[in-house]
């Protein structure tokens, strides 16, 4: 009998994706306690939470659930468009005082990690500049998240020329920039995303063997990548969407080269999070929600 995928990873749900209407301030907390009170997931991955009561509300639930609670700051820098390896010292200065700030709630709400991203690509000329600010940025992140506490921070990979256009959009880059963090902090890792090798257009074992030795966590999702689509780009549809590049194959394949390179083990359990919207008039949260656990469910079994 094929050992439980528990046994492998830390299931999650990205709570602001799966609930779009969190991204407007509505249902925080009354989404949130659907997901723990869902035994399918192990793990959440939730975003800022303004109002101070609300935030006192979802701790007390995450802290009842049990779950492991990733903190998300997408929902803060992309909304903003903040750029911490801006050329701009004061910009700069900005906006690691904002992450800094995000790192604060993510230790009140009780998470054990945060994801963090990079800002636009400047483009060839400049990108290898960007990187090294980026990467005094990374110090930066890791020296504060450890002056509060024994929080992880992973860095999230994304798309360089379709739709988040980010200064890391290679796995190349990645591992240029996370090799010498990783090396000055024990708490800081990489996040790889399934969703994002095709907008990459990136073989997923070549790149991961570039990034296999730092800390990791994992997500998966779907894409669009054909051009005129109307979900063309990083949207996040359900598994299966017509025209999208991700389905139960395809994580079956990732949990393949997952479990190959012993990144998916039974010592250490990554996080392994589900990234998926409704976004189709015939869609709710509840059912994109539950495609999602029947295709992990089936892609482990095939695995």
Same mark, same amino acid.
């Given at each position: 009998?094929?050992?439980?995928?528990?046994?492998?990873?830390?299931?999650? %749900?990205?709570?602001?994706?799966?609930?779009?209407?969190?991204?407007?301030?509505?249902?925080?907390?009354?989404?949130?306690?659907?997901?723990?009170?869902?035994?399918?997931?192990?793990?959440?991955? @939730?975003?800022?939470?303004?109002?101070?009561?609300?935030?006192?509300?979802? =701790?007390?639930?995450?802290?009842?659930?049990?779950? !492991?609670?990733?903190?998300? !700051?997408?929902?803060?820098?992309?909304?903003?468009?903040?750029?911490?390896?801006?050329?701009?010292?004061?910009?700069?200065?900005? *906006?690691?005082?904002? @992450?800094? +700030?995000?790192?604060?709630?993510?230790?009140? $709400?009780?998470?054990?990690?945060?994801?963090?991203?990079?800002?636009? /690509?400047? +483009?060839?000329?400049?990108?290898? /500049?960007?990187?090294?600010?980026?990467?005094?940025?990374?110090?930066?992140?890791?020296?504060?998240?450890?002056? &509060?506490?024994?929080?992880?921070?992973?860095?999230?990979?994304?798309?360089?020329?379709?739709?988040?256009?980010?200064?890391?959009?290679?796995?190349?880059?990645?591992?240029?920039?996370?090799?010498?963090?990783?090396?000055?902090?024990?708490?800081?890792?990489?996040?790889?995303?399934?969703?994002?090798?095709? %907008?990459? =257009?990136?073989? *997923?074992?070549?790149?991961?063997?570039?990034?296999?030795?730092?800390?990791?966590?994992?997500? @998966? +999702? &779907?894409?669009?990548?054909?051009?005129?689509?109307? %979900?063309?780009?990083?949207?996040?549809?359900?598994?299966?969407?017509?025209?999208?590049?991700?389905?139960?194959?395809?994580?079956?394949?990732?949990?393949?080269? $997952?479990?190959?390179?012993?990144?998916? &083990?039974?010592?250490?359990?990554?996080?392994?999070?589900?990234?998926? =919207?409704?976004?189709?008039?015939?869609?709710?949260?509840?059912?994109?929600?539950? &495609?999602?656990?029947?295709?992990?469910?089936?892609?482990?079994?095939?695995?």
């Amino acid at each position: 009998m094929k050992e439980s995928l528990y046994c492998y990873m830390k299931p999650g %749900l990205v709570h602001f994706k799966a609930y779009p209407q969190v991204m407007q301030g509505k249902d925080y907390v009354a989404t949130l306690e659907k997901i723990c009170e869902d035994d399918f997931w192990t793990a959440v991955e @939730i975003g800022p939470v303004k109002d101070v009561r609300e935030r006192d509300r979802a =701790r007390q639930i995450l802290a009842v659930s049990g779950l !492991t609670v990733c903190y998300a !700051t997408q929902p803060t820098v992309l909304p903003m468009k903040l750029n911490p390896h801006h050329f701009d010292a004061a910009e700069r200065a900005r *906006v690691l005082n904002i @992450i800094k +700030g995000c790192v604060d709630e993510a230790y009140q $709400l009780g998470a054990q990690h945060i994801r963090v991203m990079s800002g636009k /690509d400047p +483009g060839d000329e400049k990108r290898e /500049d960007a990187k090294k600010l980026f990467e005094e940025f990374l110090h930066h992140v890791c020296d504060y998240v450890k002056t &509060n506490g024994d929080m992880k921070v992973t860095l999230k990979v994304f798309d360089r020329d379709i739709d988040k256009k980010a200064l890391i959009g290679t796995f190349a880059d990645t591992r240029d920039v996370a090799a010498p963090v990783a090396s000055a902090h024990d708490n800081f890792g990489v996040l790889a995303d399934l969703s994002h090798f095709p %907008l990459l =257009r990136e073989d *997923v074992k070549a790149s991961l063997m570039l990034v296999k030795d730092f800390f990791m966590h994992f997500h @998966i +999702g &779907n894409c669009v990548v054909e051009e005129g689509h109307f %979900l063309y780009g990083d949207l996040q549809p359900r598994f299966g969407v017509p025209g999208g590049s991700i389905d139960t194959p395809e994580v079956r394949d990732y949990f393949r080269v $997952l479990l190959e390179l012993g990144l998916l &083990n039974t010592e250490n359990p990554p996080v392994l999070s589900t990234e998926v =919207r409704p976004l189709l008039a015939e869609e709710t949260s509840a059912l994109v929600i539950a &495609n999602a656990k029947r295709v992990i469910r089936a892609a482990w079994a095939q695995a």
